[in-house]
């Protein structure tokens, strides 16, 4: 692009967990590079989505959401969320309408005044309550933090999405085009099939399975016929979680297997074959080798 004013900058999207940071980051995008769950703490590592226009390239960042850590994969995501509000040109801190103001949102507030980027407050799920008891909301987070902008949305409905990403172009400084036009993500694709792999589990399963699973691409192979083949893992800490994510006469996997596979044809754009094996390692997510295995890696960050 040779536009002389052209904007460009990385934008951090932080708040606690499960307000909605991914189904924003996917509605701006316009396709699903942030997988989703009513899970707290779905995202584990920095998620880049890039929204191109004619005037500006803006790269979001979804961070895993800020939470008080109860493991070394917990410390890791810490690490990621808090580090990426030194290296942006704009924070977006990420409320849940419905729930209102709460710990988790004095200790990121506390973490906001220790740095001078702008910060937008950005009040989610406004479709879920009563316009009145917004401006109270909106009120009570006034008096916290001086916001240089305070916007109302709904990232499922995407009500107001437009209005916001206007105001964020207004606060991106001139630069450079990053990406080419038509990139979306800088992951590569093997992190975002094992992520919809990882996706299906959380959605199928329940009480202590989602945060103990992590999955590893042993392979992606297209066959002559122009089919992919996608090897893949799911890892678990125990033998009893094993048994669950493959469900009664393999139940859960095939159905895993069939959510997954749909997902992965639509980022691939071709027929898939997707194989899955379980496998059990123990207490992974307390054991820096195993999470470096699975792309935690904390000299990155």
């Not at 740095?115 to 309550?129: A, E, G, H, M």
């Not at 990882?198 to 992590?214: D, G, M, N, Y």
């Not at 997707?274 to 496998?279: F, G, I, S, T």
């Amino acid at each position: 692009m040779t536009n002389e004013s052209f904007k460009s900058g990385f934008v951090s999207i932080i708040g606690r967990p499960n307000v909605g940071k991914s189904t924003f980051l996917n509605r701006v995008i316009g396709q699903k590079i942030a997988i989703m769950s009513d899970k707290p703490q779905t995202t584990r590592n920095k998620v880049q989505g890039v929204l191109t226009t004619n005037s500006s390239q803006t790269i979001f960042i979804d961070t895993p959401g800020i939470h008080k850590p109860k493991h070394k994969l917990g410390d890791f995501m810490m690490k990621v969320a808090q580090n990426t509000l030194k290296e942006v040109d704009l924070i977006l801190f990420m409320i849940n309408a419905k729930e209102g103001y709460g710990k988790g949102d004095e200790f990121i507030i506390e973490r906001l005044k220790q740095t001078s980027t702008p910060v937008f407050l950005v009040v989610n799920k406004i479709d879920q309550i009563h316009p009145d008891e917004l401006f109270l909301l909106i009120d009570e987070y006034r008096t916290r933090y001086p916001f240089k902008e305070i916007v109302p949305i709904s990232a499922l409905e995407g009500n107001n999405i437009d209005t916001l990403l206007q105001q964020v172009e207004g606060y991106l400084p001139e630069g450079p085009q990053f990406y080419p036009a038509d990139q979306v993500t800088d992951h590569p694709e093997r992190f975002i099939i094992s992520e919809l792999i990882r996706e299906k589990v959380l959605h199928l399963t329940r009480e202590e399975i989602p945060h103990s699973i992590a999955v590893a691409i042993e392979s992606i192979k297209p066959d002559e016929n122009g089919k992919i083949h996608v090897a893949a893992t799911i890892v678990v800490e125990r033998d009893s979680q094993k048994g669950i994510v493959i469900g009664k006469r393999g139940s859960l996997l095939k159905e895993v297997g069939q959510k997954a596979r749909r997902d992965i044809e639509a980022l691939l754009g071709s027929k898939v074959y997707l194989e899955l094996w379980v496998k059990v390692q123990k207490d992974w997510r307390n054991k820096s080798t195993h999470l470096r295995d699975f792309g935690f890696r904390e000299d990155e960050y």
